[in-house]
């Protein structure tokens, strides 16, 4: 398999799969702003002021994200908004780590058994950048 065939389809694989993984997420988020808004008070970072818009904002950003990729449409505008966003939960992760808090990340589930602020999940979310990374710096 010739380079350009081989970086065609995996650019289609990993578009795909983080497509679905940024739609998942958002959907728990959108369909429980409260619970999001929640979330991300536990982080302790956010004036109060902010926390409701950033639950209705983020999880629709996410949303847009992940249907763009699994329609291959602005991809690249798509895989910079992801990489950036990733970026921020990487950091919102690890200062939570830092600080010794033990609280639900917030990153596919909101439901009591979600999963809590971890290296698993800053691992994770870095190889999600690196697919955004990737997507973004590929030419088609």
Known sequence: MRQRDFHFYLR???????????LYAALDKITNPQKFAEIIYNYRLLPIELLNLCAVIVPWLEAFIGLALLLGIWV????????????????????????????????????AAGSLVSWKRVAEDILILAGGIYLFSIQK
């Open 76 to 111: 690249e505008t798509a895989a910079l908004l992801l990489s950036g966003i990733t970026v921020i939960f990487i950091i919102l992760i690890i200062s939570a780590i830092l600080r010794g808090l033990d609280i639900e990340c917030g990153c596919f589930s909101l439901d």
């Open 12 to 22: 289609i694989v990993v578009r795909v799969i983080l497509g679905f993984l940024f």
